[in-house]
């Protein structure tokens, strides 16, 4: 067997069965005529070294046979853009999640800050080491079940946001969206942060107010979570944008006034620490916790405002 037919050998077996003999064929009338052609330029044959300079010329077996399969990529070049796009999005919301999750360990754990600094850094390398690998696969499936091409085929520039449209900021959005995550998994139970440093002298607890209220706070943060993915990806949806804004601002200001009337909202349990010093802290603690309810509430009923201003505005155009 001489070396051309050794090499369309190789090439046929990564060949599509159904087509391999019909491009074996015309791979070997190819070849055959290169050769003949070098063969009358040199007024000889070939020989095997010049033979195999020839074929290492017309290229690698698999990349030859690659040129005949339907598609050559995991993710096409039109699905790409949305593949990208995608990605930047969840690793936005991993980075987000990860460093609230961080930053909530340096403020009320008692771990050294390069210590959380390595964890946090290690988690985020695996989040999207594993997230990478997962959606890359998704969109490789998507793509050859068709469905990115009928998606761009129905899309609509009529669908296009209003320049008025204001999107936030990617990194705004991400560290909202991990702050809401966080509070939300920390808040079920998923993950357990402690609610103040002090070592073995004390230790915080809440007060009874926030068991009776978990429910409401859970559908708040979690409509508020919606809300924020509307405003950073669909703009355009105006109507639903105002409509949540002001659930949330509306509810959340409702249940900011049942916590403010509880007129107590964390207890200071000594561990270590005098009973004087326990009570004193316990009145300092109360005593910012008001402070920033009363804040949080003035910032929540501006908002308000705001948002009721834009949706009166943006009327017309949502209808």
């Known amino acids: 067997m001489d070396l051309l037919e050794r ?26 005529s290169r050769r003949e052609d070098r063969e009358e330029e040199l007024g000889r044959p070939l020989t095997a070294d010049e033979m195999g300079a020839l074929i290492k010329e017309f290229g690698h077996p698999l990349v030859v046979a690659a040129r005949y399969r339907p598609q050559q990529w995991l993710i096409g070049p039109d699905v790409f853009p949305f593949y990208i796009f995608v990605m930047r999005i969840m690793v936005l919301i991993i980075v987000g999640i990860d460093i609230a999750i961080g930053v909530s360990r340096a403020l009320f754990g008692d771990q050294r800050p390069l210590q959380i600094l390595a964890q946090t850094t290690g988690s985020i390398s695996m989040s999207l080491l594993v997230n990478v690998g997962v959606l890359t696969i998704i969109f490789a499936v998507m793509e050859r079940a068709g469905f990115p091409a009928d998606h761009i085929k129905q899309w609509k520039p009529e669908q296009l946001p209003a320049i008025t449209d204001k999107r936030k900021s990617a990194w705004e959005a991400a560290l909202e969206l991990g702050g809401g995550v966080v509070f939300l998994l920390w808040w079920t139970g998923l993950i357990h942060l402690p609610y103040a440093s002090g070592g073995p002298d004390f230790r ?63 207890t200071i349990v000594s561990t270590g620490m005098p009973a004087d010093k326990a009570a004193q802290l316990s ?30 505005r943006n009327r017309p155009q949502a209808a």
């Open 7 to 32: 090499y369309l050998h190789a090439v046929r077996w990564a060949l599509p069965v159904a087509k391999a003999d019909d491009i074996i064929a015309e791979l070997h009338d190819v070849l055959t």
């Open 204 to 266: 915080m607890e809440p007060a009874p107010v926030f068991d009776e209220l978990y429910w409401p706070i859970l559908a708040l943060v979690a409509v508020r979570l919606i809300q924020n993915l509307i405003e950073w990806l669909r703009p355009r949806w105006t109507l639903m944008r105002g409509t949540l804004g002001a659930l949330t601002i509306v509810g959340g200001l409702a249940l900011l006034a049942i916590i403010y009337r509880a007129g107590h909202w964390a």
């Open 283 to 312: 009145d300092a603690v109360n005593l910012g916790l008001k402070i920033a309810i009363v804040a949080t509430g003035a910032v929540w009923a501006w908002q308000g405002v705001v948002e009721l201003w834009r949706l009166v």
